[in-house]
């Protein structure tokens, strides 16, 4: 799967990142390597394609607590109706 090495590299920094104040910013990472950290996701995203290029990259937002997502993949939108 892409970007687990480096999810892995984030997670294995994401105490230092918070203890050192970083919450709420954007973190690059390029396999092992933390490229930068940038204050707007869109300078994260600008700056991470300027040294990248387009190849796979992980922005994240540094966080003290992790929100959970859950996504399912192959809904059936079109029986999804909303009731009005």
Sequence with gaps: MELIKEYETYIAA???LVSDGHIGKFIVIKGEEIFDIFISYEDALRQGLKKFGNT????KEINAVEEVNFFYHGL???SCQASV
């Design 76 to 78: 059936d939108l079109d």
């Design 56 to 59: 796979p990259f992980l922005i």
């Design 14 to 16: 994401k105490n230092k």
